[in-house]
């Protein structure tokens, strides 16, 4: 590749990220500042750092072909996996979450890189089952290749970065040509495991009275009679099926096996959940039935954001930040110190640039004529517009609080590195779009 393909490059994505990293400097600079003005954080320096490093890295992904990726994707997924291993096993542990390795000083945050090893992998899996993507088999050996990092980082416990594979194995997957009713099933038996998992704690805690499916769910004996029934039901349309062909007993087999899915998974959700995490859902429902407590950081947050109106209160001018009301203010909640202090003008600002990333980045994958291109493509915008979408979304009370960073501009050089490695190969494939 030759220098001068450096003005090829798609500048609207490089700009807006540029952008975004300066929002983030400042705004981690923001977080460190007392109401006094003394500062007791030298975060935007490491910050720094991890920029200027990680755009060294941002050129060196872009410069290379990206189909060097593609060969190295199992070495590079299977390396992830090891890695998550250890990091169960000899992790540092930050925040009750066990998933950090230290390097002479230095910590990395293996998951997040493990997300772009997933995509890279996944992609190829589906470029080489082109011929067999419509088969069952093909998607659940997909599904296996997408989980197993979802289960270790669950392990550590970290359910934020575990949820954003999710999206990325559901578009990557719709993107390759899966049949829609296996994605749906996926996505249907994946909603109810959550609703039904959290039901329970919701009754007790918000609603405080009983109600007779819930007891269902909790009791064992009942949930097996729930779900045998279901079983039989979906047994008798199987002998339906296979003697009439009739589509309504297919799909009466089929809903079963979402309702059993979704029952089973419940039980999972109940069973490995800590009871913090069961709790960012309910106060997520209602802050005010912990607001000391859990609730705490959805109120502070809600009074920041409002309270910054139009135009904000000025750079460093912000209270809840500079106060210390607002926790983890230089990565889960930066967005709402940059509310606070730039308004919805600048809230505005932060959604635009990364609205250019994100549909500059579609329009990178309709240009495209490589399919390996086109499913990484997909993966890396919908990591990105997840990780945004459940941030910002946290930070206005609604989504759950998962401890996802809003990515270029939270603090933290793992999640910013992964970024920028991300948009590199979004801007790698731009490079090469018509190669093929």
Known sequence: MKIKNLFNIDFAVFISMLGLMTLGIMFIYSSGITSTGIRISNEFIYQIVWIISGLIIFFVVMFSDYLLFRQWSLYFYSGAIFVLILTLIFGREVN????????????????????????????????????????????????????????????????????????????????AGVKKRYILFFLISGLLMIFMGVLPAWQKIILKQEFRFVEILISNELFMILVGSIGIVALLSLIGFI????????????????????????????SFLKEYQLMRFIVFLDP?????????????SLIAVGSGGLSGKGFLNGTQSHYRFLPEQSTDFIFSILSEELGYIGSVLVILLFSIILVRGLILIMNSKDSYGIYVGAGIIMMIFFHVIINIGMAIGIMPITGIPLLFISYGGSSLWTALISVGILQNIYLRRYRY
């Open 96 to 175: 009750g979450s066990k998933s950090w390795l230290g390097f002479f000083g230095f910590g990395i945050q293996p998951s997040e890189f493990t997300k772009i090893a997933t995509i890279l992998f996944l992609s190829d899996y589906f470029v080489k089952k082109k011929k067999s993507i419509r088969d069952l088999s093909t998607f659940i050996i997909a599904m296996i290749i997408g989980f197993i990092p979802v289960v270790l980082i669950i392990a550590q416990p970290d359910m934020g970065t575990a949820l954003v594979f999710i999206p990325i194995f559901l578009v990557i997957s719709f993107m």
């Open 243 to 270: 003697y009439s062909k009739r589509s309504y007993f297919y799909w009466m087999i089929y809903s079963a096996f979402v309702l059993i899915s979704g029952l089973f998974g419940s039980l999972a959700v109940r």
């Open 288 to 300: 005010s039935v912990d607001p000391k407590g859990t609730g705490w950081n959805i109120i502070q």
